[in-house]
């Protein structure tokens, strides 16, 4: 994995507090950048795929699916009453 430098311009604030944290968790303060930058890509990269799972299933099952899920729940009932509990 190459290594490259970047320059970036954030609040004097934002980069006390990231210098308290990183000082905290005894790692530089680049290292804490990265950790950063790896959690905001992964929750991303989370809300497209959730979003579209979303799309995806939006219109509900079609009328296939319905008459599929009713014969798998009439089976499911068939089953459990021939079980002596």
Known sequence: MAIVKATITI??????QADE???RMKIT???LFA????????RYENKLILEQ???AYADGPDTDEKEMLRRMKRKFITTLEGIDW
């Open 53 to 55: 799972i979303n799309r």
């Open 11 to 16: 609040q004097k604030n934002l980069l006390q």
């Open 35 to 42: 950790l950063a930058i790896e959690d905001f890509i992964r």
């Open 21 to 23: 944290i990183a000082r």
């Open 29 to 31: 303060r680049s290292r």
